[in-house]
């Protein structure tokens, strides 16, 4: 039987309860506890892949397909275990399922209301990944700030389990802040002290209260927290602002998150965790010796949880070549002719970004011209690459109306186009090409180099795909298919042999790239740009 432990938060949004539970798995992890982390959302979507990036950031995409939240991403990218369907629960998923049994007649004649039907739901699906007998402990992030409205039948579900399973087997954190006012040169537990009393109203109590704060606590403020609180000074933990978020697992090991979490569930018999690889990859990451720069090419740039798992990768393969990767967001819609020699001009690389939609479409095929002219590494990622290719249409073969079905229904030469299974599909939700799928890689091709592998399998998620009937004259012109779905001949990966490194594809390898295994094309991109940056310094000498 696995152990359950609930994360909370409160008084704001955004203190980083994802961070605090995957760093929390991660110490439990490294000590040998078998961990998976799931996240309950209390919005009313179904799942987040019907949301705008501006609302709740990236949108994560799971081996088995499943849209979710981005905290999947850091759950995935700290523990490297895979998550799935199972791990992202919402509001809306939950109602649906009551609903769904409302109307085959299971509630037999009964008034179906949210305590018991709704609770009983969220408590099954609570329990579903731990039930399955593959992991010791399942953390579940509770999406939102305690004193929501929305929130209210996940606490009263993790109220009841609490008084249902046995003592030990359930573990409640909360996180909150203790904000430092400047003036009075003081740390305010009041908002702590608040949140505490709102969680416990609702019959919740905190075993454990994690603060983040941009100060030291110091054991009065600690003690001050725990007497207030109701907790011990032992399981007030100061979460200080870090660096990176892959520092916080080290926070937490010297604040002793691991041990307390693990005398209150009751386990025991498991040696000091060992983080030696995570300490190396950290000391890669602080201590660079190079600096490369790569323009990310989006329409989401004023965000920066859209591009979560890209800017993760850029980090992870970062460190693995030891340079320092200084991310310039430059916005697809202002890029034009007469600006773009002087907006890419000082970059090392240029990732363009996944996206739907029309907005700065011109902007980022200007930005693949640039890259295929200068010789400049270029990295295109789903729609990325979907641009290369129309780029390539019209500037090297000439095709000048070559577009994609998505921004030009009616265009003669569609070199994107529709995938044939999408045509029939009106829904919207969880009705695209989505998760893991194989592909099958060109020897001696440049994908061949950086996978060194003839087969591999990446997560997906688009509706449109590479033209096939065009693909002889790109490959006469020199833009080659080096990667296909075995099965249906779907182009996977475009690149330009004559190019030093130009490569496009309509997967997202950023939703594979873990601290322990950075996304191949990630850490050969950025060997790519340090290249081409040693080379420019060596020009300029
Ligand atoms: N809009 C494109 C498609 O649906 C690309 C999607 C993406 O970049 N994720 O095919």
Known sequence: MAKYIFVTGGVTS??????????????????????????????????????????????????????????????????????????????????????????????????????????DEIKHRMQLIGKKGEFDIVITELGGTVGDIESLPFIEAVRQLQWELPEEDVLVIH??????????????????????????????????????????????????????????????IEAMDASTIYEVPLL????????????????????EPNLDNWKLFLDKLKYPKAKVTIGLIGKYIELQDAYKSILESFIHAGAMNEVKVRVLDIHSEFINEQNVDEKL???????????????????????????????????????????????????????KDAHSTEMNPETANAVINMMEEQKRIKMMGGTMRLGAYPCEIEEGSLAHKVYNSTLISERHRHRYEFNNSYLVQFEN??????????????????????????????????????????????????????KYNEEKVGNKR
């Open 14 to 119: 955004s203190l980083g309860k994802g961070i605090i539970a995957a760093s929390l798995a991660k110490l439990l992890q490294a000590r040998g506890l078998k961990v998976t982390i799931q996240k309950f959302d209390p919005y009313i979507n179904v799942d987040p892949g019907t949301l705008n990036p501006y609302e709740h950031g990236e949108c994560f995409v799971t081996e088995d397909g499943a849209e979710t939240d981005l905290d999947l991403g850091h759950y995935e990218r700290f523990l490297g275990v895979n998550t799935s369907q199972l791990n992202n629960v919402t509001t809306g998923r939950i109602y649906q399922t009551v609903i769904n049994k409302e109307r085959a007649g299971e509630f037999l004649g009964k008034t179906v209301q949210v305590v018991p039907h709704i609770t």
């Open 175 to 236: 996180l909150t802040l203790v904000p430092y006012l400047k003036a009075a040169k003081e740390l305010k537990t009041k908002p702590t002290q608040h949140s505490v009393k709102m969680l416990s109203e609702t019959g919740v109590h905190p075993d454990i209260i994690v603060c983040r704060t941009e100060e030291i606590l110091g054991n009065d403020i600690k003690n001050k927290i725990a007497l207030f609180c109701n907790v011990k000074p032992e399981a007030v």
């Open 252 to 271: 937490m090991l010297r604040e002793k998150l691991d041990v307390i979490t693990m005398k209150k569930l009751g386990i025991t018999g498991y040696p």
């Open 345 to 399: 001009g000082g970059l090392d690389g240029l990732l363009v970004a996944p996206g739907f939609g029309n907005r700065g479409i011109e902007g980022k095929i200007l930005a693949v011209k640039y890259a295929r002219e200068n010789g400049l590494p270029f990295f295109g990622i789903c729609l990325g690459m979907q641009m290369a290719v129309i780029e390539f249409a019209r500037n090297v073969l000439g095709i």
């Open 477 to 530: 012109a020199g833009m080659n298919a080096s990667g296909t779905n075995p099965e249906t001949g779907l182009v996977e990966i475009i690149e330009i042999p004559e190019h030093p490194f130009f490569i496009g594809v309509q997967y997202h390898p950023e939703l594979k790239s873990t601290v322990e295994r950075p996304a191949p094309l990630f850490v050969s991109f950025i060997a790519a740009a340090k």
